[in-house]
């Protein structure tokens, strides 16, 4: 049986309203769909109104959504369970804490009153999906669609299938979040960190290092990427920028002419752990990147700079 | 003694035209400055003329420059020999060839003929201050002064001194490239690939890793970036990021919920090696990466993009 048409999705159920929760629906909502949501905490409608408050100007203001909020609100439910939330939705995404019985229990739940040609996806980024589908009446269908922070704003989307999920399914999971504005990208393997976390670990493990042994402060770190290669990143992933970088001879030649260099910066690369003495430099580092900014003022600088190159890199390809 | 203060530059001397001394002279002469050039190519004039043309309408559209080329160009002179380029420069950059033969003589050349007042930078990304300082005469006063390419867009500046610099030549180099504009660090320790380098080489592994495990294609790999954590670092460095991403608890709260999923991550990072088996699978990731687009198409998407980037990061702070 095929899986219903991307076209003919018009409801999202969403379990779980914590920040990736809420953030799911103002996507979704933003995208002109309704949303069944649930969460078992009672202050959710509030939380959610509040969240959704703060998150549609930037949704307007990037052209993703065209709704006022009081429109978009009014395709929005609130249900006493997972199984209501799912009743009826065409699309179910996962978002609750991540404890697996927690997990695997609401799960159960949604596939137990969802038809089989119904995708189902959990945005955990630390359970697989072979463990999450082991009870499922219909496993097949179950994938991680794991967002990047917050998911109303950062494109990315991981979809992973386990052992029982169909190609089907993930293929169906890909194409749908395409159709609703994500760039949804395929991790052929279940991997601890999927793969932009395992992306950021090393990063952030090379610049913990560099602070411990002194070469570079947490500030000047920082500020090697945001003024360096994090602005090239925002345009284009490692890979096509090592290739322009390399100039006609592309990445061939970037090999084989920075590779030895590649290599023995590979060979200087620290592997630390995190110690409390690293904690509490790191955490003492940042507090003088700060310095007299407070963290609404920092939140604010940060959300405005992200709206502009969101905006910028909106129409790249 | 000190150095000449910031506001007495006037005149820079560029030491090597290649893409990199090019770009420095564009930057340079956007912000005002006197440009005395040379290289032992006979088409520098042309080729620099060429350059400037490409780059000047970026640098008006940034802000970063106001005269208009012809306005630029006028300051520009063009010369015979590293003495002659640096006789009467108030600063040099040295840009030549990454051969350690080749700047050292320079590098001296440069030194015998600029007063003691004046600091020296090299552009270098591959060899250390203490060893090419070794047979100056004033080795106090240099400094590795290492852009991002193309140094005319990417702010980064990282500064390293050698074991003969003094702290001031270090200092003096920091404020000059701020007051001229650009982003200056302090790399404290000479390691190699200084910190940039090491932190795209770290991250860079881990993508090859991925790709060479099947995880994810190189165009999965490189979205994974450009449309998630690359987004962010435009913004801010990995620590601030992950600062705010820890809530009114901060970094702290951060490595306290986050450490250990980010330990288990760290121990299942790979160290694949360059071997041309992996390097056949990643340049022909790229090729499918890249589908029709053509070269100049990429370029053209690349530096578009990159300039909304810059536009959209310039007041960040």
Same mark, same amino acid.
């Given at each position: 049986?095929?899986?219903?048409?991307?076209?003919?999705?018009?409801?999202?159920?969403?379990?779980?309203?914590?920040?990736?929760?809420?953030?799911?629906?103002?996507?979704?909502?933003?995208?002109?769909?309704?949303?069944?949501?649930?969460?078992?905490?009672?202050?959710?409608?509030?939380?959610?109104?509040?969240?959704?408050?703060?998150?549609?100007?930037?949704?307007?203001?990037?052209?993703?959504?065209?709704?006022?909020?009081?429109?978009?609100?009014?395709?929005?439910?609130?249900?006493?369970?997972?199984?209501?939330?799912?009743?009826?939705?065409?699309?179910?995404?996962?978002?609750?804490?991540?404890?697996?019985?927690?997990?695997?229990?609401?799960?159960?739940?949604?596939?137990?009153?969802?038809?089989?040609?119904?995708?189902?996806?959990?945005?955990?980024?630390?359970?697989?999906?072979?463990?999450?589908?082991?009870?499922?009446?219909?496993?097949?269908?179950?994938?991680?669609?794991?967002?990047?922070?917050?998911?109303?704003?950062?494109?990315?989307?991981?979809?992973?299938?386990?052992?029982?999920?169909?190609?089907?399914?993930?293929?169906?999971?890909?194409?749908?979040?395409?159709?609703?504005?994500?760039?949804?990208?395929?991790?052929?393997?279940?991997?601890?960190?999927?793969?932009?976390?395992?992306?950021?670990?090393?990063?952030? %493990?090379?610049?913990?290092? +560099? /602070?411990?042994?002194?070469?570079?402060?947490?500030?000047? =770190?920082? $500020? *090697?990427? !945001?003024?360096?290669?994090?602005?090239?990143?925002?345009?284009?992933?490692?890979?096509?920028?090592?290739?322009?970088?390399?100039?006609?001879?592309?990445?061939?030649?970037?090999?084989?002419?920075?590779?030895?260099?590649?290599?023995?910066?590979?060979?200087?690369?620290?592997?630390?752990?995190?110690?409390?003495?690293?904690?509490?430099?790191?955490?003492?580092?940042?507090?003088?990147?700060?310095?007299? %900014?407070?963290?609404?003022? +920092? /939140?604010?600088?940060?959300?405005?700079?992200?709206?502009? =190159?969101? $905006? *910028?890199? !909106?129409?790249?390809?």
């Amino acid at each position: 049986m095929p899986f219903i048409a991307h076209e003919a999705v018009k409801t999202i159920g969403i379990v779980g309203a914590g920040t990736i929760g809420s953030s799911w629906a103002a996507w979704f909502l933003a995208r002109g769909l309704k949303v069944r949501l649930t969460d078992p905490s009672p202050a959710t409608p509030e939380l959610v109104r509040t969240y959704l408050e703060g998150a549609w100007p930037a949704l307007r203001q990037l052209g993703v959504a065209h709704a006022t909020l009081e429109q978009a609100a009014s395709r929005l439910s609130f249900h006493a369970s997972a199984a209501e939330a799912a009743t009826g939705a065409d699309f179910v995404q996962e978002s609750a804490p991540e404890r697996a019985a927690i997990k695997q229990a609401l799960l159960e739940e949604i596939d137990a009153v969802l038809p089989p040609d119904r995708v189902i996806a959990s945005s955990t980024s630390g359970f697989g999906v072979t463990e999450m589908q082991a009870e499922m009446r219909e496993p097949q269908r179950l994938v991680v669609g794991h967002p990047f922070n917050p998911p109303h704003l950062i494109p990315l989307v991981e979809v992973v299938g386990g052992g029982r999920t169909s190609e089907a399914a993930v293929q169906w999971a890909i194409a749908f979040y395409n159709h609703v504005g994500k760039r949804a990208i395929h991790v052929r393997k279940e991997v601890p960190g999927h793969i932009a976390n395992r992306l950021q670990a090393a990063l952030w %493990r090379e610049a913990l290092h +560099l /602070v411990q042994e002194g070469v570079g402060s947490v500030d000047d =770190v920082d $500020a *090697a990427i !945001a003024y360096g290669p994090g602005l090239r990143w925002a345009v284009m992933g490692p890979h096509l920028t090592f290739h322009l970088a390399g100039g006609k001879g592309g990445m061939a030649h970037f090999f084989d002419h920075l590779g030895p260099n590649v290599e023995k910066w590979w060979a200087d690369l620290g592997t630390p752990l995190i110690t409390p003495e690293l904690r509490d430099l790191i955490v003492g580092g940042v507090d003088e990147e700060i310095g007299d %900014r407070s963290y609404e003022e +920092l /939140v604010e600088q940060r959300d405005q700079t992200l709206l502009r =190159v969101l $905006a *910028a890199t !909106a129409k790249r390809e």
